[in-house]
């Protein structure tokens, strides 16, 4: 247990070294810099990281949240985030079942994933993030339909 903490709290340190210097636009990027320092992470790790350590991604890549930001930001923070991330990634987004299909441009689709897990969405039980491909789990199919209407909303598509 306690090598594993050791491990989380290396690649965290890494992780904002290799962010700090700027430059990294991706996930993808971001592995395989990890990679050439010796660290193999997988990309729901690298995800969960990011997460954790406050990253958000900009126009320039990614960037670490200014010191003494609070890790967990207020509700209105976090829903202008997501309202930011959607208009920025999202191209289509539609219902199947319980499940929330989004679609964005190649490449796009982690940074999404990364705002969204982070955004806590009431009724979303899980996240699935491929390359320009997101899933969300949502408890029942009425919460995946209000959910892809008002993101649908947000990026200007309805």
């Known amino acids: 247990m ?6 989380k709290a290396r690649r965290g340190r890494l992780i904002s070294d290799i ?7 991706s996930q993808e990027q ?9 660290v193999d992470v997988t990309q729901a790790t690298l995800s969960r990281d990011l997460r954790d350590l406050g990253v958000a991604k900009g126009p320039e890549g990614y ?9 967990a930001l207020a509700r209105t923070d976090r829903q202008q985030a ?3 991330a959607i208009r920025q ?7 199947a079942g319980n499940l929330v299909v989004l679609k964005t441009a190649p490449g796009h689709a982690q940074a999404l994933a990364v705002v969204l897990d982070g955004a806590g969405i009431d009724g979303v039980v899980g996240t ?3 390359d320009d491909t997101l899933f969300l789990a949502c408890r029942s199919g009425e919460r995946a339909r209000s959910i ?4 649908r909303v947000f990026a200007g598509l309805e």
């Open 82 to 84: 997501v309202e930011r």
């Open 63 to 71: 960037v670490l949240p200014e010191p003494g930001a609070q890790p």
């Open 2 to 7: 306690m090598h594993m903490v050791a491990q």
């Open 19 to 25: 962010i700090a210097h700027g430059g990294v636009h």
């Open 30 to 38: 971001l592995r395989e810099l990890l990679r050439a320092e010796g």
């Open 128 to 130: 699935i993030a491929g």
């Open 148 to 151: 892809v209407h008002r993101f």
């Open 89 to 95: 990634h999202l191209i289509e987004a539609e219902q």
